[in-house]
């Protein structure tokens, strides 16, 4: 891999207003115009780390918690958590705001999966991330079990050969059920 960067210099913060055109019939934020934004954000994130052209790989784990109305205001907080070779995974935070109301809650968790690329589309090396806060350092130690279980999902991974997940699937040491 290339130099290591701090995970804190991926950061990127977004802001949008729920306007009309953005809701659905309960006038709440619609679902994809939500997952448009926290692709932007992350893909942001991603690029910020790797100073490359970025490319969406995977959006796993989007839990829609509560719905998030008309006129509130929606912060996106999208870091990269951690870089394998050429893919990061990228957390991502959504929080609504009810101005007005003086209230703002987390309303979304997502984590997304990058790849960088050079001009002709192939995937390229990235820096490593370095973790500081305790929060950034439980998110990195949980990414490569994270990414494991993407690909055995994905069948691209025999899950005997997903180490961080053996527990998961109740495998000894060699890849046996207990």
């Known amino acids: 891999m290339t130099k290591k960067k701090s995970a804190r210099n991926s950061e990127v913060i977004m802001t949008e207003m729920v306007l009309p055109n953005d809701t659905n019939t309960l006038?709440?934020?619609?679902?994809?115009k939500l997952m448009h934004w926290m692709d932007i954000v992350a893909a942001i994130a991603a690029q910020k780390h790797s100073n490359r052209i970025v490319?969406?790989?995977?959006?796993d784990s989007i839990s829609f918690k509560h719905p998030i109305s008309l006129g509130n205001v929606v912060t996106l907080k999208a870091q990269v958590t951690r870089a394998f070779n050429s893919s990061m995974e990228v957390y991502i935070e959504v929080w609504a705001e009810d101005i007005p109301a003086n209230k703002k809650i987390l309303t979304h968790r997502a984590f997304f999966?990058?790849?960088a690329v050079d001009q002709n589309g192939r995937p390229i090396e990235?820096?490593?991330?370095?973790?500081?806060?305790?929060?950034?350092?439980?998110l990195y130690e949980g990414a490569l079990r994270r990414?494991?279980?993407?690909l055995v999902l994905a069948k691209r991974m025999d899950p005997k050969d997903a180490v961080e997940l053996r527990s998961i699937f109740d495998l000894d040491n060699k890849g046996e059920k207990a």
């Open 55 to 59: 490319v969406t790989a995977s959006a």
């Open 147 to 150: 990414r494991q279980l993407r």
């Open 27 to 32: 006038h709440n934020l619609m679902g994809g």
């Open 113 to 115: 999966t990058f790849v």
């Open 126 to 138: 990235v820096p490593e991330i370095i973790p500081e806060t305790p929060e950034e350092i439980e």
